[in-house]
């Protein structure tokens, strides 16, 4: 008797073969295995302007406990991040050095804009106001926005859940242009 995908000469049908292991084996692209490791060891850069900042704070207390989910591991300097979240108002003064810092992270690189001051100027954007930045959009590219004046500990615990599971699927847009090349 001839196994299915055998023929009597003993050579064997790759199809027939394929379609028998494929159950078995997990074929991925190294870009998703990436993608699973990197959403899984989130490292943020905290920027917190205002009161958004107190919510912020309080992610990292150990009620909300963001080791679990591998984004527990807050750095004091943009060289060592790859998730930026901003919290609060940004000043015309501060988006310079938020681009700034923006430019040092390594990449590949994320941002979740936290709070309605840092997602469209919250309650200071008025007609003819100079000194407040309407977005932080504006600044550097967002990947997760976190509404709410100020959003509760569990959006931005929330907001760096849906960061992860875009990063896993290859939704986000950390492969975008370096400072000065061009998007085409």
């Not at 988006?95 to 309605?116: C, E, F, N, R, Y």
Request: aromatic share 6%; hydrophobic share 40%.
């Amino acid at each position: 008797m001839v196994g299915a995908g055998v023929d009597p000469a003993g050579d064997t049908d790759p199809d027939v073969l394929l379609e028998q292991v494929r159950p078995l084996i997990h074929l991925d692209s190294l870009e998703n295995l990436l993608n699973h490791a990197r959403a899984n060891s989130l490292w943020p850069l905290t920027f917190g302007l205002a009161c958004c900042a107190i919510e912020m704070m309080a992610v990292g207390a150990s009620r909300f406990d963001l080791d679990r989910i591998g984004a527990g591991v807050f750095r004091p300097s943009a060289r060592q991040a790859d998730v930026m979240i901003l919290a609060g108002t940004i000043s015309r003064k501060m988006g310079p050095v938020i681009k700034t810092l923006w430019d040092q992270m390594p990449s590949p690189k994320w941002a979740i804009a936290m709070g309605g001051c840092t997602i469209d100027g919250g309650p200071f954007k008025y007609p003819g106001q100079y000194a407040i930045i309407e977005g932080a959009d504006r600044i550097v590219p967002i990947d997760v926005y976190v509404p709410g004046c100020p959003p509760r500990p569990e959006a931005l615990f929330a907001g760096i859940l849906k960061l992860e599971e875009k990063i896993k699927a290859g939704q986000t847009g950390y492969n975008r242009p370096r400072s000065g090349e061009n998007a085409s």
